[in-house]
């Protein structure tokens, strides 16, 4: 069992940052790649970021590519979202999730487990 806690949502104007965070606890940490999804309202939930487990290798959705970063840290158990420029529409829910596979990151069904998710709201 892995339990994964986001912090750092709130509510901010359009071109402003935030950055979230997850702590994770449990099973080993480094074992996990993990990943950044979000679901706003009256969507599915979707892909924002994913991270290797040696924090080697990260991908990003089209639409938050080049505003989102995404970071580990195996030594402290958490794994961060950086996200600058926001936009009206990056208001969602954020849920970070850790998958015990490699491939196939963009898809929640490949995650294992799951945050509670933190909101994100944007200002225009």
């Known amino acids: 069992q892995v339990n994964l806690v986001e912090s750092g949502g709130g509510l901010v104007q359009a071109g402003g940052s935030l950055r979230l965070s997850c702590a994770a606890s449990?099973?080993?940490?480094?074992?996990?790649?993990m990943g950044w999804f979000r679901q706003g309202p009256g969507k599915e939930r979707e892909f924002v970021a994913s991270?290797?487990?040696?924090?080697?290798?990260?991908n990003y959705a089209t639409s938050v590519k080049g505003r989102f970063t995404i970071s580990r840290d195996n030594a402290k158990n958490t794994v961060d979202l950086q996200m600058n420029s926001l936009k009206p529409e990056d208001t969602a829910v954020y849920y970070c999730?850790?998958?015990?596979?490699?491939?196939?990151?963009?898809?929640?069904?490949?995650?294992?487990?799951w945050g509670q998710g933190t909101q994100v709201t944007v200002s225009s």
């Open positions: 999730a850790a998958s015990s596979r490699s491939l196939g990151l963009t898809m929640p069904a490949w995650y294992d487990y």
């Open positions: 449990g099973r080993t940490f480094s074992n996990y790649a």
């Open positions: 991270i290797t487990w040696n924090g080697g290798s990260s």
